[in-house]
């Protein structure tokens, strides 16, 4: 099996509105598709590419808000990034940890719990340099 690329990764909340609203207004992702009756929202980047996916929590799922992949969205400078989210309500895990030469990666958690990352990517990854 070859793995072509990662398209979507996808949460568990407890309340898909909120969430939408957490993954527009804090991390600054653009709603891409939300179907309310199946408690589905899809966010993406500005820039498109890979897919958040936010599931509302339901019964029948054995997967509960906040026990989740960690998912990864890389920016362009880190530090601004993290105090403009800060300013909006963002709760951060722990220190900016730094790989030197490689990236740069702070831990957040949104209010039901589920991980993620924001990184900054220090190296240029052109295999043509």
């Known amino acids: 099996m070859t793995v072509k690329e990662i398209g979507l990764c996808w949460i ?3 309340d898909i509105k909120a969430a939408v609203k957490y993954y527009q207004e804090v991390v600054g992702l653009k709603l891409a598709e939300f179907n309310e009756e199946y408690g589905w929202a899809e966010m993406e980047g500005h820039d498109g590419g890979s897919r ?3 599931a509302q929590e339901n019964p029948q799922e054995n997967v ?3 026990q989740n992949a960690v998912i990864t969205f890389t920016v362009d400078n880190l530090e601004k990034v993290k105090t ?3 300013k909006k ?3 951060c895990v722990g220190d900016v940890m730094e790989v030197p030469g490689h990236v740069k990666m702070q831990t957040v958690v949104d209010s039901d719990g589920n991980s993620f990352q924001i990184c900054e990517l220090l190296h240029h990854s052109c295999c043509h340099c």
Request: aromatic residues 0%; charged residues 20%.
């Open 64 to 66: 509960k808000a906040g």
């Open 89 to 91: 309500g963002a709760k």
């Open 84 to 86: 403009s989210m800060l």
């Open 52 to 54: 958040l996916g936010i």
């Open 12 to 14: 568990v909340v407890k």
